[in-house]
């Protein structure tokens, strides 16, 4: 199935390029053009990274909570609006 029909660029393309190292949408631009003329197709490149055609996603999923920064968890103190 086509994923960007202004290239012609198919899923099974855009998943290869991924098994290759193509991370991010930037990155299957870059590697087959898929992306860089109307754009339409880059929430579906996206999507497609997002379900695990990306090897190095994997070791990122695998990181322990150690190994990643810390992030706002919303039980720190709230800063009151001024009124
Ligand atoms: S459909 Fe991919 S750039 Fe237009």
Do not use: N
Request: proline share 6%; hydrophobic share 35%; with cysteine.
């Amino acid at each position: 199935m086509y994923v960007c029909s202004c290239f012609g660029i198919t899923e099974k393309q855009v998943r290869e390029h991924a098994d290759t190292g193509a991370c991010t949408p930037r990155q299957i631009a870059g590697a087959c053009k898929a992306g860089t003329d109307c754009g339409s197709c880059v929430r579906r490149i996206q999507a497609l990274l997002g379900r695990g055609a990306c090897p190095r996603r994997e070791s990122l999923d695998t990181l322990g909570p150690a190994d990643v920064p810390a992030v706002a968890t919303g039980s720190e103190p709230q800063i009151a609006e001024a009124a």
